[in-house]
Nanobody, 124 residues
Framework: QVQLVESGGGLVQAGGSLRLSCVAS????????MGWFRQAPGKEREFVAA???????TYYADSVKGRFTISRDNARNTSLQMNGLKVEDTAVYYC??????????????????WGKGTLVTVSS
């Protein structure tokens, strides 16, 4: 059974940092792009960042570029380092895996697998 499990969410003050982690299990993810999406209250889920299966290519939403960094240390572990957090970054953050390219993840659409999400709350 394929599972993506996120961790690392929590409450942080504006300007602070958090590091989210996603662990994949139950399948082979060597050739999957991995990504992070988020959904704020009352809003649709949106793309945050994606990384290619090799780790060579990364893509970011304009709203997080320069503040967030996506990385992966192997086929199963993906992280999202979030610095300079803003109140508007408050959302449930979801990890996703997809056999399309990381660039394609940024274009949206359905993903092969989703995690259940981890809540990030940024206070002012």
């Amino acid at each position: 059974q394929v599972q993506l499990v996120e961790s690392g969410g929590g409450l942080v003050q504006a300007g602070g940092s958090l590091r989210l982690s996603c662990v994949a299990s139950g399948g082979t993810f060597s050739y999957y792009a991995m990504g992070w999406f988020r959904q704020a209250p009352g809003k649709e889920r949106e793309f945050v960042a994606a990384i290619s299966w090799s780790g060579t290519f990364t893509y970011y939403a304009d709203s997080v570029k320069g503040r967030f960094t996506i990385s992966r240390d192997n086929a199963r572990n993906t992280s999202l380092q979030m610095n300079g957090l803003k109140v508007e970054d408050t959302a449930v953050y979801y990890c996703a895996a997809d056999r399309r390219s990381a660039r394609s993840m940024g274009a949206g659409g359905s993903m092969d697998y989703w995690g259940k999400g981890t809540l990030v709350t940024v206070s002012s």
